[in-house]
C-alpha cells in the first residue's frame, strides 16, 4: 500500500509563495509518475502539474505555467510544488498522487494513489 502526505498549505496574500511537499511511503517512489491536483469549492477537481517517473518531463496547466514548478527528490521518496505569484483563484485544497501504469499523465482516471489534501487559501 503506497501513502501520500501533503504539507504546507497556508494562507498567503495575493503575489506571495507557498511550498508544497508530498512525502510518499510503501513502495519505491521512482516507480511513480507524480502529479498534483486542485478542488475549489463547488468545483471539479482539475490538474494542476505531473512530472514523469525517471526524466523528470513536467506538465502544467495553462493557468499555472510560469508560476507553479513541480520537482521531485527521489532519495527523499517526496514530491514539491513551489508556488510563486499567487493569485486568489489559486485557493483551493491541493493534491499529490502517484501512478503506475503510465510514464506522466494529465488525467485524474490514471491516477492510483492520493493523498488527503492541504489548504491553500490566497487572500486578495
Known amino acids: 500500500q503506497v501513502h501520500l502526505v501533503e504539507s504546507g498549505g497556508g494562507l498567503v496574500q495575493a503575489g506571495g509563495s507557498l511550498r508544497l511537499s508530498c512525502a510518499v511511503s510503501g513502495r519505491t517512489f521512482s516507480n511513480y509518475a507524480m502529479g498534483w491536483f486542485r478542488q475549489a469549492p463547488g468545483k471539479e477537481r482539475e490538474f494542476v502539474a505531473a512530472i514523469s517517473k525517471f526524466t523528470s518531463t513536467t506538465y502544467y496547466a495553462d493557468s499555472v505555467k510560469g508560476r507553479f514548478t513541480i520537482s521531485r527528490e527521489n532519495a527523499r521518496n517526496t514530491l514539491y510544488l513551489q508556488m510563486n505569484s499567487l493569485k486568489p483563484e489559486d485557493t483551493a485544497v491541493y493534491y499529490c498522487?502517484?501512478?503506475?501504469?503510465?510514464?506522466?499523465?494529465?488525467?485524474?482516471?490514471?491516477?492510483?494513489?492520493w493523498g488527503q489534501g492541504t489548504q491553500v487559501t490566497v487572500s486578495s
Open positions: 498522487a502517484a501512478e503506475t501504469l503510465k510514464s506522466i499523465s494529465t488525467s485524474e482516471y490514471d491516477y492510483d494513489y
